[in-house]
C-alpha cells in the first residue's frame, strides 16, 4: 500500500547544480501537488496538477519547473539551486472527482541542502 | 484576505494532561477544515475534517469542535500520550474554485 513515494529522502546540491524531486502516488489521483515547509512558515504550495498534460503555479513557484506526463508522476525541477531553496519538500494528492473528501495524502518528505 | 491563524505555536504538556489547539479563519465562503498530524520527519496524516454542518467529531482520542459563525475550530486531545507529540495543521478549504489554506501549526510536546 504504497500511496505517495517521494525520492530522495536526503539530498546536498551546491549553488547552481539542478536536480528533480521525484514524486509518484498509485491511488489513481487526479491532482498532485508541491509544498516547501520552512521553519516558522508553514507549508507553501509551489506548483500543482489537475490532471496529466495540465499543471499551474502556486504561491512560491519562482525556481521551479513541473510537469505532468502520467496521472501517477510529478516530478519537481530545481534548475540552478539557490541556499533559499534550502527546505523540506512534500508532495501530495488526492481525488477531486465527486465523492473525493478532498483528503491530501503526502509523502514522506524529501530534504533539501543548498550550500 | 483569506488566513488561518493557528495557537499557541508551541504547547509543552505532562502526559496523561489534556490540552486544546485553537485555529480561526477568515476564509469565505467556507466548505470544510481539516486538521492534520504531522510527525517529525513524517508527512502530514489527516485526523478529521469539519463540514459546516458539523460541531463536533471525535476520532479516539481527538475531538474536533466548529464553530462556523465565528469561524474558529478547535482541537481537544484527552489524556495525552508521548505519541501525540507532533505538529498540528488546520487546513480550510473554500468552495470551488478556492485554493487551500493552511495555518502554520501547532507544535504539541508531551512529556513524561
Known amino acids: 500500500n504504497a500511496g505517495v513515494t517521494q525520492t530522495p529522502k536526503f539530498q546536498v546540491l551546491k549553488t547552481g547544480q539542478s536536480m528533480t524531486l521525484q514524486c509518484a502516488q498509485d491511488?489513481?489521483?487526479?491532482?498532485m501537488s508541491w509544498y516547501r515547509q520552512d521553519p516558522g512558515m508553514g507549508l507553501r504550495l509551489i506548483h500543482y496538477?489537475?490532471?496529466?498534460?495540465?499543471?499551474d503555479q502556486g504561491e512560491v513557484p519562482n525556481g521551479y519547473n513541473v510537469s505532468r506526463s502520467t496521472t501517477e508522476d510529478f516530478p519537481l525541477r530545481l534548475l540552478s539551486a539557490a541556499p533559499s531553496q534550502t527546505s523540506v519538500y512534500f508532495c501530495?494528492?488526492?481525488?477531486?472527482?465527486?465523492?473525493?473528501?478532498?483528503?491530501?495524502?503526502f509523502g514522506e518528505g524529501s530534504r533539501l541542502t543548498v550550500l | 484576505k483569506n488566513q488561518v491563524e493557528q495557537s499557541p505555536q508551541s504547547l509543552i504538556i505532562l502526559e496523561g494532561k489534556n490540552c486544546t489547539l485553537q485555529?480561526?479563519?477568515?476564509?469565505?465562503?467556507?466548505?470544510?477544515l481539516r486538521w492534520y498530524k504531522q510527525d517529525t520527519g513524517r508527512g502530514p496524516v489527516s485526523l478529521t475534517i469539519?463540514?459546516?454542518?458539523?460541531n463536533t467529531k471525535s476520532n479516539g482520542r481527538y475531538t474536533a469542535t466548529l464553530d462556523a459563525d465565528t469561524k474558529q475550530s478547535s482541537l481537544h486531545i484527552t489524556a495525552s500520550q508521548l505519541s501525540d507529540s507532533a505538529s498540528y495543521i488546520c487546513?480550510?478549504?473554500?468552495?470551488?474554485?478556492?485554493?487551500?489554506?493552511f495555518g502554520k501549526g501547532t507544535t504539541l510536546s508531551v512529556s513524561s
Open positions: 487546513v480550510v478549504r473554500g468552495q470551488a474554485g478556492t485554493a487551500l489554506i
Open positions: 491511488m489513481n489521483h487526479e491532482y
Open positions: 469539519m463540514t459546516f454542518s458539523e
Open positions: 501530495a494528492s488526492t481525488q477531486t472527482k465527486a465523492g473525493g473528501t478532498g483528503e491530501l495524502f
Open positions: 485555529c480561526n479563519y477568515t476564509v469565505s465562503p467556507f466548505s470544510n
Open positions: 496538477s489537475v490532471g496529466a498534460g495540465i499543471t
